[in-house]
Protein backbone atom coordinates (compact mmCIF):
# COMPACT_ATOMS: atom_id res chain seq x y z
CA UNK A 1 0.00 0.00 0.00
CA UNK A 2 1.18 3.67 -0.78
CA UNK A 3 1.26 6.48 1.72
CA UNK A 4 -1.01 8.09 -0.45
CA UNK A 5 -3.29 4.81 -0.28
CA UNK A 6 -2.66 4.80 3.91
CA UNK A 7 -3.50 8.51 4.53
CA UNK A 8 -7.00 8.20 2.07
CA UNK A 9 -7.77 5.51 4.51
CA UNK A 10 -7.49 6.96 7.85
CA UNK A 11 -8.90 10.23 6.42
CA UNK A 12 -11.71 7.93 5.25
CA UNK A 13 -11.79 6.11 8.89
CA UNK A 14 -12.16 9.44 10.42
CA UNK A 15 -15.21 10.46 7.94
CA UNK A 16 -16.41 6.70 8.76
CA UNK A 17 -16.15 6.34 12.43
CA UNK A 18 -15.74 10.43 13.97
CA UNK A 19 -13.90 10.58 17.06
CA UNK A 20 -14.90 13.25 19.75
CA UNK A 21 -18.18 14.35 17.33
CA UNK A 22 -21.19 15.34 19.29
CA UNK A 23 -23.71 18.40 19.36
CA UNK A 24 -23.06 19.26 23.06
CA UNK A 25 -20.15 18.99 25.53
CA UNK A 26 -21.59 19.53 29.08
CA UNK A 27 -20.29 22.12 30.51
CA UNK A 28 -17.71 23.57 28.04
CA UNK A 29 -16.20 26.60 28.43
CA UNK A 30 -16.06 28.04 24.97
CA UNK A 31 -17.91 27.55 21.62
CA UNK A 32 -17.39 28.20 18.14
CA UNK A 33 -18.86 27.97 15.06
CA UNK A 34 -16.53 28.18 11.15
CA UNK A 35 -18.43 28.32 8.19
CA UNK A 36 -16.63 28.07 4.93
CA UNK A 37 -19.60 28.95 1.84
CA UNK A 38 -17.10 28.16 -0.63
CA UNK A 39 -17.41 24.24 0.10
CA UNK A 40 -20.83 24.46 2.28
CA UNK A 41 -18.71 23.13 5.27
CA UNK A 42 -20.29 24.04 9.07
CA UNK A 43 -18.65 23.22 12.34
CA UNK A 44 -18.98 23.75 15.73
CA UNK A 45 -16.61 23.28 17.97
CA UNK A 46 -16.80 22.79 22.07
CA UNK A 47 -13.69 22.95 24.71
CA UNK A 48 -13.57 22.36 28.39
CA UNK A 49 -10.51 23.97 29.56
CA UNK A 50 -9.14 22.00 32.87
CA UNK A 51 -6.03 23.01 34.57
CA UNK A 52 -4.74 24.99 31.65
CA UNK A 53 -5.45 22.04 29.40
CA UNK A 54 -7.48 20.74 26.90
CA UNK A 55 -10.06 19.07 29.29
CA UNK A 56 -12.38 17.59 26.64
CA UNK A 57 -13.14 18.48 22.93
CA UNK A 58 -16.09 17.85 20.98
CA UNK A 59 -16.89 18.83 17.05
CA UNK A 60 -19.79 18.79 15.23
CA UNK A 61 -21.04 19.69 11.67
CA UNK A 62 -22.29 19.55 8.21
CA UNK A 63 -19.48 19.28 5.73
CA UNK A 64 -17.66 17.35 3.31
CA UNK A 65 -15.40 14.49 4.26
CA UNK A 66 -12.16 16.16 4.68
CA UNK A 67 -13.14 19.15 6.79
CA UNK A 68 -15.35 16.60 8.91
CA UNK A 69 -12.52 13.69 9.20
CA UNK A 70 -10.19 16.67 9.53
CA UNK A 71 -11.63 17.70 12.54
CA UNK A 72 -11.80 14.46 14.24
CA UNK A 73 -8.76 13.70 13.34
CA UNK A 74 -7.90 17.25 15.15
CA UNK A 75 -9.99 16.64 18.56
CA UNK A 76 -7.51 13.36 18.94
CA UNK A 77 -4.35 15.20 18.75
CA UNK A 78 -5.12 18.07 20.79
CA UNK A 79 -6.82 16.11 23.90
CA UNK A 80 -5.05 17.08 27.01
CA UNK A 81 -2.52 19.45 26.05
CA UNK A 82 -1.65 22.44 27.42
CA UNK A 83 -3.62 25.51 25.71
CA UNK A 84 -0.49 27.22 24.77
CA UNK A 85 0.53 23.29 23.18
CA UNK A 86 -2.41 23.09 21.21
CA UNK A 87 -2.38 26.48 19.70
CA UNK A 88 1.18 25.46 18.19
CA UNK A 89 0.05 21.83 17.35
CA UNK A 90 -2.12 23.71 14.99
CA UNK A 91 -0.09 26.00 13.95
CA UNK A 92 1.95 23.28 12.43
CA UNK A 93 -1.03 21.88 11.13
CA UNK A 94 -1.76 25.19 9.36
CA UNK A 95 1.89 25.26 8.13
CA UNK A 96 2.22 21.66 6.90
CA UNK A 97 -1.39 22.69 4.62
CA UNK A 98 0.57 25.61 3.15
CA UNK A 99 3.25 23.05 1.97
CA UNK A 100 5.81 24.74 4.44
CA UNK A 101 6.82 21.37 6.05
CA UNK A 102 5.72 18.90 8.81
CA UNK A 103 6.31 19.86 11.94
CA UNK A 104 5.31 17.95 15.00
CA UNK A 105 5.01 14.54 12.90
CA UNK A 106 4.55 12.05 15.83
CA UNK A 107 2.27 14.53 18.01
CA UNK A 108 0.00 15.51 15.40
CA UNK A 109 -1.36 11.60 14.55
CA UNK A 110 -3.61 10.78 12.04
CA UNK A 111 -3.40 15.19 11.07
CA UNK A 112 -0.24 14.30 9.06
CA UNK A 113 -2.72 12.21 6.75
CA UNK A 114 -4.14 15.41 5.56
CA UNK A 115 -1.03 16.28 3.73
CA UNK A 116 -1.86 14.82 0.92
CA UNK A 117 -4.60 17.25 0.39
CA UNK A 118 -1.91 20.47 0.20
CA UNK A 119 -2.25 19.85 -3.14
CA UNK A 120 -5.73 20.71 -3.87
CA UNK A 121 -5.61 24.16 -2.86
CA UNK A 122 -9.59 24.13 -3.13
CA UNK A 123 -9.74 21.69 0.03
CA UNK A 124 -7.05 23.21 1.67
CA UNK A 125 -9.84 25.20 4.08
CA UNK A 126 -11.48 22.10 4.37
CA UNK A 127 -8.66 20.42 5.64
CA UNK A 128 -8.04 23.84 8.03
CA UNK A 129 -11.43 23.94 9.15
CA UNK A 130 -11.31 21.99 12.46
CA UNK A 131 -7.90 23.21 13.48
CA UNK A 132 -8.19 26.83 12.76
CA UNK A 133 -11.65 26.80 14.66
CA UNK A 134 -9.63 25.12 17.75
CA UNK A 135 -7.18 28.37 17.47
CA UNK A 136 -10.29 30.33 17.53
CA UNK A 137 -11.91 28.68 20.43
CA UNK A 138 -8.52 28.94 22.20
CA UNK A 139 -8.15 32.94 21.04
CA UNK A 140 -11.34 33.39 22.38
CA UNK A 141 -11.04 31.65 25.79
CA UNK A 142 -8.21 33.55 26.21
CA UNK A 143 -10.49 36.71 26.07
CA UNK A 144 -12.62 35.82 28.46
CA UNK A 145 -15.25 35.49 25.89
CA UNK A 146 -17.47 31.91 25.24
CA UNK A 147 -18.69 32.50 21.58
CA UNK A 148 -17.35 33.57 18.66
CA UNK A 149 -18.61 32.93 14.90
CA UNK A 150 -16.79 33.20 11.90
CA UNK A 151 -17.80 33.07 7.69
CA UNK A 152 -14.61 32.79 5.38
CA UNK A 153 -14.15 34.73 2.27
ZN1 LIG B 1 -15.12 21.17 2.42
Redesign the pocket.
Known sequence: MSLDDLYQEIILDHYRSPRNRSGDLDPHDVHVHHS?P????ELDLRLRVQDGTVGAVAYDGD??S??MASASAMTEAVAGRKLSDADDLAEAFRLMMHGEGVKREDDLLDGVAFQGVAKFPV?V??AL?GWMALKDALQTYSEGEAEHRVTYD
Not at 38 to 41: A, Q, T
Open positions: NLCGDGCISRKCL
